[in-house]
């Protein structure tokens, strides 16, 4: 079993960058796919990013293809998702989820979700 804790939200001005961070503990947390969600107010919650287990391999949604940047450090049990060039449009609640067998697209794939970290992003 995985447990992820997101941090690293808050709020900047479009164009800006934050460094979002997601510690998924657990024994065996480095054989999980790791991904990234987000929810506006209002609207459904929408895939951002993932990465393999290994690190080696990473997937983005095309809204934040170019500007987003998912890594992992396994020794740390942690994953991070570098936010550049941030628009309105990027405001939401992120979301850390965990799956260790698809590592899709779709957040039913993942068994383990964090709380969440909020980031705003203004005009």
């Known amino acids: 079993q995985v447990l992820p804790v997101e941090s690293g939200g808050g709020l900047v001005q479009a164009g800006g960058s934050l460094r979002l961070v997601c510690v998924a503990s657990?024994?065996?947390?480095?054989?999980?796919?790791l991904a990234w969600f987000r929810q506006a107010p209002g609207k459904e919650r929408e895939f951002v990013g993932r990465i393999t287990p290994s690190g080696d391999s990473t997937f983005y949604a095309d809204s934040v293809k170019g500007r987003f940047t998912l890594s992992r450090e396994d020794a740390k049990n942690t994953a991070y998702l570098q936010m550049n060039s941030l628009k309105p449009g990027d405001t939401g609640i992120y979301f850390c989820?965990?799956?260790?067998?698809?590592?899709?697209?779709?957040?039913?794939?993942?068994?383990?979700w964090g709380q969440g970290t909020q980031v705003t992003v203004s005009s």
């Open positions: 989820a965990a799956d260790a067998i698809y590592g899709g697209a779709s957040a039913h794939h993942y068994d383990y």
């Open positions: 657990g024994r065996t947390s480095n054989i999980y796919y």
